[in-house]
């Protein structure tokens, strides 16, 4: 740990903060104006960096290396203009959340638009003309390339700066930062807006990608690594400040190059690993600042929102019609593995598709009912699982046991990140759940000894009288169907009405008398405990557990089924779970492009279903029954 070494880890670190921050630029600004989570900005990432590389290599010998970058950066900022005019621009009316399953959408098709045009092999560009060497600092080799990373963040901080503060679109974009309703209400087109700024965004994260051509090769996996980054940075720093997103970027990636400094180093005669902190650095980062200041470093409390979007509708308990189907559907479900006996696979992915719809909802009810945002609620699921796998193997408790134990170590995790989620609301809310999970992701993907590591755990197999797939199956089925109703029961409860009361109104709610935090810390708690059920039933089923159940993509997952079956019915997250799951596995097993494939289905039910699928069939049969009801009023009256 020489001094030397202490300052080009600090300049490393400067490199790395110009490079996040153009791209946590482009999101701030989509993020601040139009509130759209778009999780394909990352995606603008990685084409900027691919379109560089054709660029650099077809026009570089003639317009020159340069130019081609700054080409490549125009060119992803009209793929994010098309993109918004297109697509987002029609589910606007939408509701906010939705618009994340569209963009969810674009990147599947969009990684695999890359992978049909470049192919999957890595691509590393030529070097930069005029610096392709290196300095020497206090004795060490830094390349120059680097140093010009430095500069070329705080300049376009500043051109960006003075975009936003000399001009009237900026003046239009940082009103409707703080409030765009008001910009709406006094004439500006709105939508308009809403295309120049997403461009305007995608063009920042098209030259961030272009930019780092020389300094790395152009991978498949920079979509999805980049956008994890860039939204804790956006959120650090406060959502829709520039500013705020340098500083956080600044302090993420200082932070993160001290803990490579410092490497291992033993504290009280412990050897502490420094450098595996920068897997969750940015991630403790976010959770500290969210609980410290919730608005972010630079933020500011967003106004409240004057457009209250579409009223929910009070929750009807099912009708005789409706049980007698639920019940039809249950008995059809028990006779499948006896109906498709010649087919064992059809068994196992109906036990992927049940733990599936539990894990989804699970996470509806505290989405929907309770109106918490949650994007780590894969945390519950992988708690439940790797605590079911190590009280089996290291416990040596019967598999019986370890289901009944596991969902209450899933709930304690609940437990204490509930305590401090429900403190924000919103995308805050969000992200920190998101933060919390990510953590307990790296820690469970690095704990060698105790969790198998990367590998993860194998040997986790049921009881010898359910090692029959049927037979799990049929005890599968009874725990979804025990989960399912029970919080089915919940929301029918004092306590769901209170809990849906304090979702409509927190302030109506508070006044009659009901403490709104700890209703949803309770409703965090039964989420992640039923949650944790599905994650012991998923270990069980496979027979191992690995770090991927507590991944982001697990949690981006059970967003997807929420979203797709609709957020505003109780049976959306069981329809959109199975729909997800079946076409995922049907659609993988049938085309190389699966990703794409699969996106523009989701695409389509998007546009056609803006609702979610269990929530447009209600509407069209809520239609159908109307005018008879109307009828039914009207004969009531004269017979009256």
């Known amino acids: 740990m020489s001094f030397s070494g202490f300052v080009v880890q600090l300049l490393n670190g400067l490199a790395g903060a110009s490079s996040l921050f153009l791209v946590a630029a482009g999101l701030s600004l989509i993020f601040g104006v139009t509130r759209i989570v778009n999780f394909a900005h990352g995606s603008f990432f990685m084409v900027g960096i691919y379109v560089a590389y054709t660029l650099v290599e077809k026009l570089g010998p003639s317009v020159g290396f340069w130019p081609a970058l700054l080409i490549a950066a125009i060119a992803v900022g009209v793929l994010g203009a098309l993109i918004e005019v297109l697509l987002l621009r029609r589910i606007y009316k939408a509701p906010e959340l939705f618009q994340l399953l569209a963009t969810f959408a674009l990147v599947l098709v969009i990684k695999d638009a890359v992978l049909w ?310 995308v805050y809310l969000a992200m920190l759940t998101l933060a919390f999970a990510q953590i307990t992701w790296a820690i469970t993907y690095q704990w060698d000894s105790f969790t198998g590591g990367s590998n993860g755990l194998t040997g986790v197999w049921p009881s010898e009288w359910l090692s029959n797939k049927q037979v799990y199956y049929w005890l599968t089925l009874v725990l979804v169907g025990a989960g399912v109703w029970w919080l089915r029961r919940v929301l029918f409860s004092p306590f769901g009405y209170a809990l849906r009361a304090g979702r409509d109104s927190v302030l109506r709610a508070d006044a009659i008398g009901i403490d709104v935090k700890r209703m949803q810390w309770a409703a965090f708690v039964i989420a992640g405990t039923v949650a944790g059920l599905a994650g012991a039933l998923y270990a069980f089923s496979k027979g191992s557990i690995s770090p991927e159940s507590l991944s982001v993509g697990k949690s981006v997952d059970g967003l997807v089924m929420v979203l797709l079956g609709g957020i505003q019915t109780l049976a959306g997250p069981v329809v959109g779970a199975v729909t997800f799951t079946w076409l995922h596995d049907t659609v993988a097993r049938n085309t190389d492009y699966w990703r794409a494939m699969l996106g523009a289905i989701i695409l389509i039910l998007v546009l056609l279903f803006p609702q979610g699928i269990a929530g447009s069939i209600k509407q069209l049969v809520d239609r159908w029954r109307a005018p008879k009801d109307e009828a039914d009023a009207k004969l009531k009256e004269v017979k009256a």
């Open 117 to 426: 045009l470049w192919g999957p092999d890595e691509l590393l560009g030529p070097r930069a003309p005029g610096l392709k060497g290196s300095v020497e600092i206090l004795g060490r080799q830094f390349p120059s390339y680097d140093l010009f990373l430095i500069v070329v963040g705080p300049v376009v901080l500043g051109l960006v700066w003075l975009l936003l503060t000399r001009t009237r679109f900026g003046t239009l974009v940082r009103a409707a930062t703080q409030d765009r309703e008001m910009v709406s209400a006094l004439g500006v087109n709105q939508a308009w807006l809403f295309t120049a700024v997403f461009a305007l965004g995608a063009l920042l994260a098209g030259l961030g990608g272009a930019l780092q051509l020389p300094r790395e090769p152009a991978t498949l996996e920079m979509d999805l690594n980049t956008i994890g980054a860039a939204f804790v940075v956006v959120v650090v720093g406060g959502m829709g400040s520039l500013p705020g997103a340098y500083v956080a970027a600044l302090l993420i990636a200082e932070i993160k190059a001290v803990c490579i400094w410092l490497g291992v180093v033993q504290i009280f005669g412990i050897d502490v690993s420094f450098s595996k902190l920068t897997l969750m650095v940015d991630f403790l980062v976010m959770a500290a600042v969210l609980v410290w200041r919730p608005w972010g470093l630079f933020g500011r409390p967003q106004a409240p929102s004057r457009y209250v979007g579409m009223q929910e509708e009070p929750l009807r308990r099912p009708s005789t019609a409706y049980v007698v189907a639920a019940a039809g559907l249950a008995l059809v479900l028990a006779a499948l593995p006896l109906l498709t006996a010649g087919s064992p696979y059809t068994t196992v992915l109906m036990i992927d598709l049940l733990i599936a719809a539990l894990f989804a909802t699970s996470l509806h009810f505290i989405m929907g009912p309770a109106g918490m945002h949650s994007f780590g609620h894969a945390a519950y699921f992988g708690l439940g699982a790797y605590g079911a796998a190590l009280l089996v193997r290291a416990l040596h408790l019967p598999m019986e046991l370890a289901l009944v134990v596991a969902p209450l170590v899933a709930a304690l995790g609940a437990f204490v990140y509930g305590w401090f989620a429900v403190r924000l609301s919103g």
